[in-house]
């Protein structure tokens, strides 16, 4: 495949939802995993994740995933 792909994931933990994000191009390749510490799964709020990442994910990506508006991004 030819071009490029912005790609990324939130760690989580209680105090710091940390953005890890990298561009891809021709001939990389990205894995994901993920892993449970335990059975008790705890509760993990996607909102707190999306909007709270330290960095911030770029506004123009949530508005795109999101297919909103940038002012209903930066009301949330």
Do not use: C, R, W
């Not at 105090?15 to 059975?39: E, R, Y």
């Not at 994740?49 to 995933?65: C, E, H, R």
């Amino acid at each position: 495949m030819e071009g490029t792909l912005h790609i990324g994931f939130i760690t989580y933990n209680q105090l710091n939802n940390t953005l890890f994000t990298k561009v891809l191009t021709k001939g990389d390749v990205f894995i994901g995993l993920a892993f449970l510490s335990s059975q008790n799964l705890g509760l993990i709020t996607i909102a707190n994740s999306v909007f709270g990442s330290k960095p911030p994910i770029n506004v123009d990506v949530l508005t795109k995933a999101f297919q909103v508006d940038n002012k209903l991004i930066n009301s949330l």
